[in-house]
């Protein structure tokens, strides 16, 4: 009967802790509100938030826009931007997606870049069909070996082996003649698509990469989802 009367209720622990003052009992709902409000990204599995649509678009109809109202300079700055920030979403993609830190990413967009160059003819421009889609392959070719490679190591050794492959692509184009050394190699003319797109304008060539940077935006956002 004695130890009957000494134990307690099962839910006398809850009831004696929620006895405290209205701070506590204020307390003990913002608790449960924050448990509540992450319950539906603990039933889904992710805990990814999605970003604001109306952002996106309204960055891209600025970004639209913008040759409207800016000259030469400002269009060749934020043309050059865009195609940064197309190589950070890449980065992203990896990074922020997979969890893979690489050190190697700008050894990829370099060798696309490069191939570009020597695969365009010296008289005149190349055809954008098909220059385009032969300078992402050389990158990927590269990507595909490096990868083969550097994913069966994990952490810290991942890490330098990306590093080691993009300052081995450094010394190739930096010391021989195959990237023009330390002076580098120049696009002797821009690439054309028929007659009716001549990047060699700044406007075509500013819309050409807002296309391009759009176009890799959503088809990541898409990719991100179909996990």
Known sequence: ???????????????????????GSAAAAWLRHIDASQLPLRRHGSTKVKPDRAFVIAVFMLLAAYPLVAGGYGIDLVAKIMVYAIFALSLELLVGGTGLVCFGQAAFFGIGAYAAVRLSPDDGPAALAWLLPASMAAGALYALAVGALSLRTRGVYFIMVTLAFAQMAYFVVHDTPLGGGTDGIYLNAKPVLGT?????????????ILVCLGLVF??????RRSR
């Open 1 to 23: 009967r004695q130890a009957r009367s000494r134990a307690s209720p099962p839910g006398a622990a809850c009831k004696a802790r929620q006895r405290p003052g209205k701070a």
């Open 218 to 223: 959503a088809f990541l956002a898409v990719l």
């Open 196 to 208: 009716w797109l001549d990047l060699d304008r700044p406007l075509p060539m500013y819309a050409f």
